[in-house]
C-alpha cells in the first residue's frame, strides 16, 4: 500500500495557472475526497497523480518515492474518468482486464482476477458486451472495475458518479464506502456533490482557483468551514447567512437579530464592531413558544417536505428571508407567526469583507497529513 | 490479487523519453520534408543564373537578369496572362456550375446522393487521362463531338488544334474534371447548414431570390471561399490537362507557368528562366495560400467540432 | 422546398439531366469505343449500335497487335503494373512516415509541430515543377533517375500532405483519457498507439490511404519528368501510346478505360471519406 504526497505542485496551461503551489498528503488507506467547483483543478491534479500530464514544478510522490519523472503505466495507479474512457473497440471483459494484461498475468488469472471484480460490482451478465451496448450506470461499474481489478495501492476516482442518474448514484454513494474500505487503497475522490464528499471522504479538500481552501473531516468541514465559499457549499438547504455586527455586554458578545440579543458562544473579541456575516444552518435553527429567552418573532411563509426533513421559509420582521429545518414528523409552525431560537453554539461568524470565518477555534493545518 | 500483481517492472534499457518520443515519431517526415526543401532552394539558386544545360560551361551567376528579361519578354507576358485568364475562367465557371449543381442535389433522396456519386467519376479520372479522352473525342476525324458540333453548323470546327478555341476545349477539359469538386464540397456545406434560418424564411413567405442571397450565401462563404482557393491554387498551376491535350500549343497558345517551364527546361534547356518562371509561380501561389490557409484552418476547426 | 410547382420540377429534371449527360457521357462514350474496331470507331455518323468486340482488350492484354502493316509491341500492361506498384508503394511509405508524424502533431504538441505539418501543406500546393526540376538534375547525380525508388519519394509530396492531415484530425478525434486510461493501465505509449489509437483512428487511415492511392495513381507530371518508358505509370503510358501507335484508337480507348476503372471503383468505395479528403480534413461528408 502506498501514501500519496504533492509537493509545491504547480501547473500552468498557456499563461493561465492552473494548480498554485498545491501541497497535499493523502495517508496509506485513507479516502480523501476533492471538492470544489468545475475548474478547480481537481480532475488536473488527478491526472499529475496518474502522470498522464507533467507538472511545471513541483513533486509527486507515491509510498514515499518520488514519481514526478515516472510514465504513467509505472506509477501502480487505477483511475476511474468521469466520462468512463471505455474503449469502445473492447468488450466489458477485455477493457476491465487491460490493467491485468499490462502485469503480464496469466490468462486463467486474468480471467479469475476480471470475474471476481465484476461479481462484486454486478456487472458479471455484460461483460461480452461492447461499450455502446451498455447502459450508463453498466458503464460506470465497468470503469470502475477497470480501475479496480488490479488492486492497485493508489485510487483516483475522478467523478465516477457524475454521468449516471439519481437513483444509480444513490446506490452507488451507500456502496462505495464499503467497496474502497475492502480494497484498503489510498484513494483520491473528486466530486462536486457535498453528500458525496461527505459521504466518501475520511477527509476532504476543498478546492478553488488552484489552491486548496480547507482540508478537513467532513465534521470539520462542515462545522467550521473556513469561509463563506464553503459554508455556502456544504449543507443542503444553503445555509442562511445574515449581515450583522456584533456587539459586547456583560454577558459576552451578542449579535442582534430581529431585536433580540442572541449570545454567542466563542471566542469573538476580534469581530466586535466588524461588519459581519452570520451563518447559521437550517436545522441550527427551532421552532419555540413565545416567551422562551431570545427568541426572534418570525412569519411563517411556506413549508417544503423533504425526504426526511421539513424545510420551513420564514420572514423576520425586518425582512430577512430564513430556512428552517427540522426533522420530519416533529412538530412545527405551518403558517402565521412563529418563534424561532437559535443556537448560539452553533452559529458561525464571518467577516464580510474577506468571507473569513472568524474565531480561533479550529485552525486547520493544511500541510498535516493526520487522518481523522 | 494482491499488491504485488501492481508492481510492475520500471523501465529498463532503451526507453524513449516523454519529451523526446514526438521529435521520434515526426522525424522521418521531417526529413522528407528537408528532402523537398533542398531543391526548393536549389530553384532559387538556379533562378538567379545563366544556366542552360546545352551549355554547362557558360553557367554562372547573372542574379536578376533571368527576372528583369521577363519585363521586356512578350512570351512571358503571354504566359502569365494566359495562365491568370485559364485559371480565372475555369474557377469562375466551375464555381457557377458547382454551386448550382449541389443546390439542385440538396435535398436528400436517392436519386440525388446517387447522382452526387456518379458526378464525382469525373473527378477521381486522372486528368491526363481526361484530356486524351476529351481529345478522341474532340478528333476532327471522328470525334463525336467534332460531328455534333457539325450538326450544329459548326463545320470543321478545330477545339485544340485551333488557337481560337484551344483555350475553350481545355478550360471545357477543367470544367469537366473539377467542376465536381466544387460542387461536392459545397453540397457538404449545404447539407451541413442549420435548417431553422430556412424554415423560418419559408414561414415568412420571404421570397427565394432573398433566402439565397441573404442567407445561403452567406452561411455558405466560408465553403465557398475554401472551395475556390483551393481550386484557384490548383488550376493556376495547372499542367496535366494542357500538356496532355495540347503541349502548350498550338504555337504558344496555352503556354501557362508549369508548361512553359517545362518546355524550357526540357527543350530549350534553360534551367535558369525555367526556375524563375517557378519561383514566380511560387510566389502567386504562396500568396493565395496564405490566404486559403487561414480559410481552411477555420474550416476544419469546425469541423472537427462536429465530431 | 415543398411547394414546388410543376413548372420547376420539370425544369430541375431537365437541368440534372444536362449535368448527367455532360459529365457521364465522356465516359461512357470511351467505354463503348474501346468495345469497337477502328472501322467501326472511323465510321461517320458514329455508331451507337454496333458488334462489341474484345479485341482491343486482348491485344493489350497480351501486348501484340497484329495490323495489317505487322505486329506491334505494346507496353502497356508494364505502365498498368508501374501504377499499381508505384501507388501501392508510395501510399505504403506515407502510411509509415506520416502516421506517426500525425500521432504526434495530434497528441504531443511540441515546438515546431505546426511547423512542420504547414510545411508539409504547403507541399500540396507548391508547384510541383518548382521541386522536379532540380531534382532531375540531383536525380542523375544520385543515379535516382528513372529508379522508383526516385519516384516513390516524389510521391510523397501528395501522398504525405494528404495522409498527415486526415489521419491526425482523426487521432484528435479519440478523446484523450481513453488513451489516459490505457497508459495508466500499465501500458507504454507504444502499446497505447498500437492497441488503441491505431484502431479507433483505422477506418479513417483506411480511407486516407485510399485517397491517397487516387491522387498517386493520377499524377501525371513526377512520372513525365522523372521516369522513362519503362518506369512509367498508365497516365504517361497512355500519353506515349496515343502518339507512338497513330490510329489504334480502341486500343487506346481500351487502355484508358483500364487505367481510370481502378480509381472510379476505390472511389465509389470510399466516397464516405471523399469529401474530407478532397478538402484536407476541412469539410466532413
Known amino acids: ?372 | 490479487m494482491t499488491a504485488a500483481t501492481m508492481q510492475r517492472n520500471r523501465p529498463s534499457g532503451f526507453r524513449i523519453s516523454k519529451r523526446v518520443l514526438p521529435y521520434v515519431l515526426s522525424l522521418p517526415a521531417l526529413l522528407v520534408c528537408i528532402g523537398i526543401l533542398i531543391p526548393f532552394f536549389t530553384s532559387v539558386v538556379y533562378s538567379f543564373q545563366r544556366y542552360r544545360l546545352s551549355q554547362p560551361w557558360a553557367r554562372q551567376f547573372n542574379w536578376g537578369d533571368n527576372y528583369i528579361s521577363f519585363f521586356t519578354d512578350p512570351k512571358f507576358w503571354n504566359t502569365l496572362e494566359i495562365s491568370l485568364l485559364y485559371a480565372g475562367i475555369t474557377v469562375l465557371l466551375e464555381l457557377l456550375l458547382g454551386l448550382g449543381i449541389a443546390m439542385l442535389l440538396q435535398k436528400r433522396s436517392t436519386l440525388n446522393n446517387f447522382i452526387s456519386i456518379m458526378l464525382l467519376m469525373p473527378l477521381m479520372t486522372a486528368p491526363a487521362l481526361a484530356a486524351l479522352m476529351w481529345k478522341l473525342m474532340t478528333n476532327p476525324g471522328f470525334g463525336v463531338l467534332s460531328y455534333l458540333a457539325s450538326l450544329i453548323g459548326l463545320q470543321d470546327f478545330r477545339w485544340a488544334s485551333s488557337p481560337s478555341t484551344a483555350l475553350f476545349t481545355v478550360v471545357l477539359v477543367d470544367i469537366w474534371v473539377y467542376t465536381p469538386f466544387i460542387m461536392i464540397l459545397l453540397l457538404a456545406g449545404l447539407r451541413s447548414l442549420p435548417t431553422q434560418p430556412f424554415e423560418a424564411a419559408a414561414l415568412d413567405g420571404v421570397p427565394r431570390s432573398f433566402v439565397f442571397f441573404r442567407i445561403t450565401l452567406p452561411m455558405l462563404t466560408p465553403y465557398i471561399l475554401t472551395a475556390t482557393l483551393f481550386r484557384l491554387l490548383d488550376s493556376i498551376q495547372q499542367f496535366d490537362i494542357i500538356y496532355a491535350m495540347t503541349q502548350g500549343g498550338p504555337g504558344d497558345t496555352l503556354t501557362v507557368f508549369q508548361v512553359e517551364a517545362y518546355l524550357n527546361f526540357f527543350q530549350s534547356t534553360n534551367v535558369g528562366r525555367s526556375a524563375a518562371l517557378m519561383i514566380i509561380l511560387w510566389a502567386i501561389t504562396y500568396f493565395l495560400s496564405n490566404i486559403f490557409i487561414k480559410n481552411w484552418l477555420r474550416l476544419r476547426e469546425r469541423a472537427r467540432g462536429q465530431a | 422546398m415543398e411547394h414546388t410547382s410543376l413548372l420547376e420540377r420539370i425544369l430541375r429534371g431537365v437541368a440534372l439531366t444536362l449535368v448527367v449527360i455532360f459529365f457521364m457521357f465522356p465516359i461512357v462514350w470511351i467505354f463503348m469505343m474501346s468495345f469497337q474496331t477502328n472501322e467501326t470507331i472511323l465510321r461517320i455518323p458514329p455508331q451507337l449500335v454496333f458488334k462489341p468486340t474484345l479485341a482491343n482488350y486482348t491485344a493489350l492484354i497480351t501486348g501484340k497487335l497484329t495490323t495489317a502493316a505487322g505486329t506491334l509491341d505494346i507496353a502497356f500492361m508494364r505502365n498498368l503494373w508501374n501504377s499499381v506498384f508505384l501507388s501501392v508503394t508510395s501510399v505504403a511509405v506515407a502510411l509509415l512516415l506520416g502516421v506517426p508524424a500525425a500521432y504526434a502533431f495530434a497528441r504531443h504538441k511540441f515546438r515546431g509541430s505546426e511547423d512542420i505539418a504547414f510545411t508539409l501543406l504547403s507541399f500540396r500546393f507548391a508547384p510541383a515543377l518548382l521541386v522536379l526540376l532540380p531534382l532531375t538534375l540531383y536525380f542523375q547525380k544520385l543515379g535516382l533517375s528513372n529508379t522508383y525508388i526516385g519516384l516513390i519519394w516524389v510521391y510523397q509530396l501528395i501522398c504525405l500532405p494528404l495522409i498527415l492531415w486526415i489521419v491526425r484530425g482523426y487521432f484528435e478525434d479519440i478523446p484523450a483519457d481513453i488513451e489516459y486510461a490505457y497508459r495508466i493501465a500499465g501500458h507504454s505509449w507504444f502499446a497505447t498507439f498500437r492497441k488503441i489509437a491505431l484502431p479507433l483512428a483505422g477506418p479513417g487511415i483506411a480511407a486516407a490511404g485510399l485517397l491517397a492511392f487516387i491522387f498517386a495513381w493520377n499524377n501525371f507530371v513526377f512520372a513525365l519528368v522523372l521516369a522513362s518508358a519503362d518506369k512509367q505509370p498508365v497516365t504517361v503510358g497512355a500519353l506515349a501510346f496515343i502518339t507512338s501507335s497513330g490510329i489504334q484508337y480502341g486500343q487506346i480507348s481500351a487502355a484508358i478505360v483500364l487505367s481510370i476503372t481502378p480509381t472510379l471503383a476505390l472511389a465509389l468505395y470510399a466516397q464516405r471519406y471523399l469529401v474530407e479528403g478532397l478538402s484536407l480534413g476541412a469539410v466532413k461528408g
Not at chain 1, 479516502?31 to 483543478?41: D, E, H, K, R
Not at chain 1, 482476477?113 to 462484486?120: I, Q, Y
Not at chain 1, 464528499?197 to 473556513?226: C, F, N, W
Open chain 1, 1 to 372: 500500500m502506498a501514501s500519496l504526497e504533492l509537493r509545491n505542485v504547480v501547473k500552468r496551461y498557456k499563461s493561465q495557472t492552473v494548480l498554485d503551489n498545491l501541497s497535499l498528503t493523502v495517508a496509506d488507506g485513507e479516502t480523501l475526497v476533492l471538492f470544489g467547483p468545475s475548474g478547480a483543478g481537481k480532475t488536473v491534479l488527478l491526472r499529475l497523480v496518474a502522470g498522464v500530464i507533467d507538472p511545471d514544478e513541483g513533486n509527486i510522490l507515491i509510498g514515499g518515492e518520488d514519481m514526478t519523472d515516472v510514465d504513467a503505466e509505472f506509477r501502480g495507479v487505477g483511475m476511474a474518468f468521469q466520462n468512463f474512457a471505455l474503449f469502445p473497440h473492447m468488450t466489458a471483459f477485455d477493457n476491465i482486464a487491460t490493467p491485468l494484461e499490462a502485469s503480464r498475468s496469466s490468462q486463467s488469472a486474468i480471467k479469475a482476477g476480471v470475474e471476481s471484480v465484476a461479481k462484486l460490482l454486478k456487472i458479471g451478465h455484460v461483460l461480452s458486451h461492447k461499450p455502446r451496448a451498455l447502459s450508463n450506470g453498466q458503464k460506470q461499474r465497468t470503469a470502475l472495475a477497470r480501475a479496480l481489478v488490479g488492486s492497485p495501492p493508489v485510487l483516483l476516482l475522478d467523478d465516477p458518479l457524475r454521468n449516471v442518474d439519481a437513483k444509480l448514484r444513490f446506490e452507488m454513494r451507500l456502496e462505495l464506502p464499503r467497496l474502497l474500505a475492502d480494497r484498503g487503497a489510498t484513494v483520491v475522490y473528486v466530486t462536486q456533490d457535498y453528500k458525496e464528499a461527505m459521504a466518501l471522504g475520511d477527509r476532504i479538500a476543498v478546492m478553488s482557483q488552484g489552491v486548496i481552501k480547507q482540508l478537513g473531516t467532513p465534521e470539520q468541514i462542515y462545522r467550521e468551514p473556513a469561509n463563506i465559499e464553503i459554508a455556502r457549499l456544504f449543507g443542503d438547504p444553503t445555509i442562511n447567512l445574515l449581515d450583522v455586527k456584533p456587539s459586547r455586554d456583560a454577558k459576552g458578545i451578542y449579535i442582534g437579530l430581529s431585536n433580540v440579543q442572541v449570545h454567542l458562544a466563542g471566542s469573538y473579541e476580534t469581530a466586535v464592531g466588524r461588519d459581519c456575516v452570520i451563518g447559521l444552518r437550517p436545522e441550527a435553527l427551532a421552532f419555540v413558544d413565545e416567551g422562551t429567552p431570545a427568541a426572534i418573532p418570525v412569519t411563517v411563509e411556506a413549508e417544503t417536505p423533504l425526504n426526511e426533513k421539513i424545510v420551513t421559509l420564514v420572514r423576520t420582521v425586518r425582512g430577512r428571508e430564513i430556512l428552517v429545518s427540522r426533522p420530519a414528523g416533529t412538530p412545527g409552525q405551518t403558517e402565521g407567526r412563529a418563534y424561532i431560537a437559535v443556537d448560539g453554539k452553533s452559529a458561525l461568524l464571518f467577516d464580510r469583507a474577506s468571507g473569513d470565518r472568524i474565531g480561533s477555534k479550529n485552525v486547520v493545518n493544511l500541510r498535516s497529513g493526520e487522518a481523522a
